[in-house]
């Protein structure tokens, strides 16, 4: 049935010096093409010589530890704001580090304070005025003066950062002892751009069996504040969040460039920092933009180095991605051959996949070869099941690679771990065969995708394709959803409120979805306060475009409705103005509609946004939970939309959203070709070479329908986790 | 064990012409010692000859249908916002009444639309000009040029009320068919109250045996806007809110009175109308000023006449009673005798029992004596138990009259229907028993009370003293508290943010309770953006005070806390704007604390508050669910503070803060005398007479344990609902 496929090539391999015979046995059987190290393990000479590419990691702004320590003035720094102090008097003191990690930050008193911090009274949210207060280097606090008695005080300041972040979660989760603090230097200086070239250029020249050169991504790590120990471990984390990028110098190259001036309190926000959840300001985007090209013409060199070693160079998508920006529209103009991400879920699989200006895009398999997995879970040791985790994630990983192809996949860690574990070593070769069979398929040409595209309308837009604040959040809306569109057969594309306002709706789109809670960048915020964002959907679905709003969409505190689409969504949320206006009642319309079918069980949306209500008695109820509609659906004109009240991914919601889709698309009468009748399998036809494959992503036999082109039923039986693959 | 109580009197039973010997029996029975008039009900010259006080029922408004039919123009009216509609077009066209009551509302074609009406773009929330629309009165529609398309449109127009509302329920509820319909005349134009003077002095003549005028309340109703029966029978109704008192000629004169004038808009609010929940505008209090200047200059005027007829009047407290405030500063003005309130609660009986300026205070009690209730359900017919009824509120109503004196109860409806029931002629005269004891006790002296006040802080303050928006709400969280407070030995004081502003706070209370959603005048909305609020409370507690916040207290989205209390409280709430900091880990302390005392079951608040977190490291949390904080203490100074996340009247929780009461006060030592151990009953010592109540507030046998000032304790076993006398 199946083809010859390939079952050699687009496997990376962690070799691990003194398991050499390991390391070459697996190699062979996983069909691996290139070996790498790891953090912790090294190659030797016998792994280097074989026949493999060899692929060695590199980080530049931890590498030298001597260089930073003599120049402590070129560490990496970041903005904090103190821990608030309610002033009993008329002059407060604040211990800036107070409740921080002092082992981390270290107050910046080089840089003037006067000029570069501020002081807030959090109470109004005024700023205090400059010379209201002064610092005290050799106490490390600020004192400020005529404050307002019973007000809450603040001080935004900067700290060099004198530990790294990722190796010092390493270091304390690893129980490093006293090995020596790594320190994150800054690349912005001149100084330290020179001395990271010569550095990178030593080491192309040590490592000549070196193919592949993966960066532990570039300078700049997510941002990641440490809190004192002993009273709250960690305190802020933010994957898409710029803030440690901060520095005097780049701030003031910054004005220069932009021909105005960041303050502190663009990155402080109060405290909430800049978190990837929040609407960014116009101030930010135009910050991060600054740091995007200063990374990509910094990191250009570098990689202009590694390309004249004849070596290529990838980018592990994780850690000190910041400024890097794959979605960012220069992102080509690095240079990068290759783009490696690790992966627990679909959607991780099409952020990889989508990344456009590299050759290569690699998948780093999960579990890693480690003891324990990243919330501490045994894996390879006793108590572990490393084989049914990576069943689990696979199983999550090929919805995702059904409908977009990807290069090569690889693990991570220490290979000697699998010893004890020979059916991992077996499920390992089950999982490289399939990917083959798949990048194949991909290759002739690809899968059978639905006359349906969907706009993922955010704050964000296209910045933040596919993922949004890191790994999947349980419960985030955005998330759920996003990993169910990640394995369904339509085409996905994100848009931002801006795009529209200078683009209008992009004609190819059929369909425009906005989900999240009020306020988020993934809702939209303010973003909703703008009547051309108003006029542009409401006009597009008038004249039949599609609109699918969960949990909060369009929300907004402004005018006379709360979900300024009210008049499309055909509800509205309660949120105590109209308390005692009386709510339409409904009748709940149930299962028979469209977007219902082959759904047989309750759904169940996790969390539900409550208190909704119908405002048209056009509004059709589907679902309904403590008298809040969770599910309606209305006509609008020539367009249609469907509010759903949450949304989490499972194979029921993915298929309403599948048919949510269709129907607001105005496109239910072509729902049925290369569609499952049993949710918990998926399918997808590759026409160019007549392949249909269907997979059960469930770990249990699973029989199911597929529909072809005509409607004609094809019954398939399928193993727990099965692939199975017609032709046609 | 108990006196000898009296066995007439403060007693009013509603006679029934037809039934004199069953009326003059059951007088007897009950001791009543006024029989009245009901709805539907006349008294025959038996009844009116026995030797009772008499006692009839008036409603100025709606008395006279021939002169209200003759004089249109001084019907009632009101503002309503249309339906709002989508501009399709540049024009659009909207057809005022659509989706309303026609009934009810006929569009004021009289006064100039111009002048008084608004048009908005509900969209943007601004104001379309004058000049851009007119309004069609052939076809009741207005019509809207140059509007932006895509955009909401809605227009605040003026309506004659053509039916009074609450003759309206009755007339469609008892299906009265062809029955004139009632319109009410506004006595706001010298013309109307020239008639109504006029009409109650006839009235006065024509009723000499009348002892009693009881005005079903006086001149406005509260609001209450009906729609479409098609569509939606109820659109608003608001106990407390003024929409009943608008006209133009009232607009006039108020701007003569204030110096600016009224806008639609400000009575409109966008479609929200001025609903008690929602924060009062300056505006809006002005004009319930001026509303309420007016009604008890002119209802003096009617008082009089009574007065010099040699009669008595009361007020029945419900209905229409817009305007006259009884906990207004010029309620006694008025000269009323009498205050009648129906009650089901306790907190209906304090609100009673509160107002100053009246000789008498009653109780209508419930169940009426109809054959169903006011949802409809069975009372006096089959399926009914209204001898469990009456037992029911009785144990609700018990709990207030055990704190606050009340001088005399009755019944209402169709004396007839008690012949069925002879159970509940048994009950009646218990709890006329029971009242006439608790009456005499508080005759002697006033019953022991704790040596703590508490003030609930509102965006109304005393204005709304107990009652908030009419009858009790379920998972209101001020209700449900208030209703806890009413049976509570401590003294109760409500108090408005403009109290604060104008006074500080006041010197002889110990504890500021505030409870409720944000945004709501009951948590107070954006009062706490006011720093001169947060300084006053912050330095009152931190010099000993003690504050309990409930829900949403103190919220507000304003600087960088939500809780603007949250450094009192401990806690805040995470909204969605920092989702990436991570959240202080604490352990939960258990059921040791103070406030826990007594408490052996599980604490339920029915609905919760999510996503607290602490922000202080000094927060003690005492119980969570799902990682949120549901109740945490903190001390602050010298002062404290109790964060609950929800309330719902019951045992458990009345006593989960009545020990909160005596914590944040700092009072716990003083805690014990005049408490019960089992939470089911409650209790109170009449010093004055050395009675000590114990009451059951079950309906079934009970045992408790009553501590004594020095803390010996007295057993007491209660029959189901009993209530029980200790001479001490």
Known sequence: MADKIM?????????????????????????????????????????????????????????????????????QQNYLMSYPVIAQQETVEIDLLSGFFREQFEVNAKDDPRRWWQ????????????????????????????????????????????????????HITNDWGDREHQMPVD?????????????????????????????????????????????????YSDWGSYEMTVSPYAMTLYAKSRGYEMTSEDFVNGGAYCSSHNVPSERL???????????????????????????????????????????????????FDGLIKCVFNAFEVRLCAGVRGVKTTELRLHPYLFPTGLKGEPTFMEGGDPTLDAKRFWAYI?????????????????????????????????????FRTLKQFHAVGRPYTAPVKVAVLTAWGSLRSWVYVGHFIPGMELYEVTESLAGLPVEVTFISFTDIMNNGIPE?????????????????????????????????????????G?????????????????????????????????????????????????????????????????????????????????IAVKKCGAGRSVYLSGFRFAPYNTRLLHRSLYWTAGQEQNFGPWTCSNVNTDCAY?????????????????NTKVFDANGKAIDVSLDANGLYIIDL
Not at 128 to 152: E, L, M, Q, Y
Not at 315 to 329: A, I, L, N, Q, S
Not at 602 to 616: A, K, L, P, S
Request: charged share 25%.
């Open 398 to 434: 090929r919805r995702g690679l059904l409908r977009a192809p990807i290069d090569r996949i690889g693990l991570g860690g220490y290979l000697h771990l699998v010893q004890d574990f020979p059916d991992f070593v077996e499920e390992i070769e089950r999982i490289t065969g399939e």
């Open 508 to 548: 190819d789109v059929d369909v425009i979805l906005n989900a999240g809670k009020v306020g988020t960048a993934w809702s939209g915020g303010d973003h909703w306060k703008n009547e051309k964002i108003i006029e542009a959907i409401t006009e597009w679905v008038a004249n039949g475009g599609g609109f699918i």
């Open 285 to 335: 985007l135009d910050w991060m933009d600054f740091m995007n090209e200063f990374v990509i013409q910094f990191g250009r060199k570098c990689i202009d180095l590694i390309h004249a070693a004849n070596k290529t160079a990838y980018m592990f998508y994780d850690d000190h991605w910041v400024g890097t920006e794959p979605y960012g529209k220069q992102f080509k103009e690095l240079g």
């Open 550 to 630: 969960i949990g909060e969409p369009s929300a907004a505190q402004h005018s006379s409705q709360y979900f300024q689409l009210s008049h499309l969504l055909g509800v509205d949320r309660e949120i105590g103005v109209t308390l005692n206006k009386n709510k339409r009642t409904y009748s709940v319309f149930g299962k028979n509609h469209f977007i219902f079918k082959d759904i047989n069980e309750g759904i169940d949306f996790g969390t539900d946004i409550d208190n909704i209500f119908i405002v048209d008695k056009n509004t059709t109820v589907l679902a309904e939970k403590e008298n809040s509609p969770t």
């Open 7 to 75: 079952s050699r090539g687009g496997f990376t391999l962690p070799g691990e010096a003194g398991y050499e015979d390991l390391t070459l046995e697996l190699a062979e059987k996983w069909g691996a093409d290139a070996i790498r190290d790891s953090d912790g393990t090294v190659l030797s000479e016998a792994i280097i010589s074989a026949d493999y590419d060899i692929y060695s990691t590199i980080c530049l702004v931890r590498a030298d530890n001597d260089w930073a320590k003599s120049h402590r003035d070129k560490l």
């Open 119 to 170: 002081v807030f009274d959090r109470t109004t949210g005024e700023e205090i005025p400059k010379d209201r207060w002064f610092f005290d280097s050799a106490t490390g606090t600020v004192k400020v003066k005529d404050v307002k008695k019973w007000h809450k005080i603040t001080v935004n300041f900067l700290v060099y950062r004198i530990w790294e972040a990722i190796s010092m979660y390493n």
């Open 187 to 235: 690349p912005i200086y001149p100084e330290t751009q020179e001395f990271m070239l010569s550095y990178l250029q030593k080491w192309l020249d040590d490592h000549p069996k070196t193919k592949i050169v993966r960066f532990t991504s570039l300078f700049y790590n997510f941002a990641w504040f440490w809190g004192d120990p002993a009273m709250q471990r960690f305190i």
């Open 686 to 702: 590759y026409p160019a070479n007549h392949k249909l494959v269907v997979i059960n992503n469930k770990n249990q036999m699973e």
